[in-house]
């Protein structure tokens, strides 16, 4: 049986198109409830001040530079969405004195200019890079900064990045937020086109993906316009560079971030139910982290908020 259009955009794959009984048990679920979803593989944390949440999402990248040495060397991979964690990282750094010329770092993402057909530059008043180096990176003391050389950020040409999650580092966390449309990075949905016509990929393909130039769905532009544009759609790419599964399974743990800002109380509820349960559809992205054997959700306890139906 075909599978119903998306409520959001026909001509996409989204979490409107599965099965309606388990939106309705995911949107049910109590603070409590999320905790109870936790699995071998899967653990769910809440945290009840914003402060309490921002330092430990700060403090993973600590614990993933402290095990690096220069014959073996560690990093992270990290979001910029939250960012709110990247100045503490710097400043952690800072007060320890932690020596991070061994460490690396990962980007997540970045946009791409479909006019120039290469990743916007740094001077872009959105680039990911910019917000990385210059909420993080340039703040660290330069005695302790990792080396450029270490410094992975995805570009058009993916082959430098994609070559460096097999250059002999070991990525510690994948850390990531998660988007409106469930997706990690910008591991969006598929359009509903050509072989996905009738359905989506199946897991198995999704998860073979690698770092690549993806089409966004237009709840993530929407989203983006949202939390960092003011509003402004048309200022936001319609494309964009992600790492891919293929590289996200290659990080010990995958450790995703919930602070209310992104995603909304039903689909904060609807990812972890589904990764709990192993019910993985690649029309709903995080899903398929059911299938990495270490993910790690972590909410603030007040921007959870309730799937209850309120008029505004």
């Given at each position: 049986m075909t599978r119903k259009l998306s409520a959001i955009s026909p001509d996409w794959w989204d979490y409107t198109t599965i099965d309606q009984a388990i939106i309705e048990?995911?949107?049910?679920?109590?603070?409590?409830?999320?905790?109870?979803?936790?699995?071998?593989?899967?653990?769910?944390?809440?945290?009840?001040?914003?402060?309490?949440?921002?330092?430990?999402?700060?403090?993973?990248?600590i614990a993933a530079w402290k095990q690096s040495s220069a014959d073996n060397p560690v990093g992270i991979c990290g979001p910029i969405g939250p960012t709110e964690q990247l100045p503490l990282v710097a400043r952690l750094v800072n007060a320890?004195?932690?020596?991070?010329?061994?460490?690396?770092?990962?980007?997540?993402?970045?946009?791409?200019?479909?006019?120039?057909?290469?990743?916007?530059?740094?001077?872009?008043?959105?680039?990911?890079?910019?917000?990385?180096?210059?909420?993080?990176?340039?703040?660290?003391?330069?005695?302790?900064?990792?080396?450029?050389?270490?410094?992975?950020?995805?570009?058009?040409?993916t082959r430098v990045y994609r070559e460096s999650w097999d250059a002999g580092v070991r990525c510690a966390v994948m850390q990531g937020?998660?988007?409106?449309v469930k997706h990690w990075a910008f591991n969006d949905p598929l359009p509903r086109k050509g072989a996905y016509s009738d359905a989506p990929p199946s897991p198995e393909e999704y998860r073979s993906l690698a770092t690549r130039i993806v089409d966004?769905?237009?709840?993530?532009?929407?989203q983006n316009a949202r939390t960092?544009?003011?509003g402004?759609?048309?200022?936001?790419?319609?494309?964009?560079?992600?790492?891919g599964p293929a590289e996200t399974w290659k990080a010990e743990t995958v450790s995703i971030w919930h602070a209310g800002n992104h995603d909304n109380p039903f689909g904060q509820r609807l990812t972890a139910f589904m990764i709990s349960k192993r019910l993985t559809d690649a029309s709903v992205p995080m899903s398929l982290l059911a299938d990495h054997p270490n993910v790690r959700f972590s909410y603030f306890r007040g921007g959870i908020g309730s799937c209850a139906v309120e008029m505004h």
């Open positions: 048990e995911a949107a049910r679920l109590t603070p409590t409830d999320l905790l109870q979803l936790s699995r071998p593989g899967f653990q769910v944390s809440i945290y009840e001040t914003l402060e309490e949440f921002y330092l430990a999402e700060a403090l993973e990248y320890l004195g932690l020596d991070l010329r061994s460490g690396h770092f990962w980007g997540m993402d970045e946009w791409f200019d479909v006019a120039t057909g290469k990743e916007v530059p740094v001077t872009h008043p959105l680039s990911f890079e910019r917000a990385d180096r210059e909420m993080c990176f340039n703040r660290i003391e330069k005695k302790l900064q990792i080396p450029d050389a270490h410094l992975h950020f995805p570009k058009a040409d937020g998660q988007g409106d966004l769905h237009p709840l993530t532009v929407a960092s544009g003011g402004n759609i048309s200022i936001v790419p319609v494309k964009a560079i992600t790492v």
